[in-house]
Nanobody, 120 residues
Framework: QVQLVESGGGLVQQGGSLRLSCVAS????????MAWYRQAPGKQRELVAG???????NYADSVKGRFTISRDNAKNKMYLQMNSLKPEDTAVYYC??????????????WGQGTQVTVSS
């Protein structure tokens, strides 16, 4: 099995910064795409940023220029550096990864989420 664990969430003032981390563990053969999603109360889960194995990234328009996604393939880790945070960024942030295991099954896995709260 595969597990994803997020960390780094917390309470921050608007304009501040946070760095989220995600680590994958288990029967991992390879990880293709990794991504950060977020979900605010009463809203649908949305894609924040995604990154492929080679480091090519894409971002939601709402976070472009403020957030940076990165990954460390050797450590099966992914990061989201969040700067110039706004109250609208408040949400539970989830780590997602497309994982191929040693049992040759490839599917997306999700972490439990980490809360990010930005005060005005």
């Amino acid at each position: 099995q595969v597990q994803l664990v997020e960390s780094g969430g917390g309470l921050v003032q608007q304009g501040g910064s946070l760095r989220l981390s995600c680590v994958a563990s288990g029967s991992i053969f390879s990880i293709n795409t990794m991504a950060w999603y977020r979900q605010a109360p009463g809203k649908q889960r949305e894609l924040v940023a995604g990154i492929n194995y080679g480091g090519s990234a894409n971002y939601a328009d709402s976070v472009k220029g403020r957030f940076t996604i990165s990954r460390d393939n050797a450590k099966n880790k992914m990061y989201l550096q969040m700067n110039s945070l706004k109250p609208e960024d408040t949400a539970v942030y989830y780590c997602n990864a497309e994982v191929e295991t040693f049992f040759m099954d490839s599917k997306p896995y999700w972490g439990q989420g980490t809360q990010v709260t930005v005060s005005s």
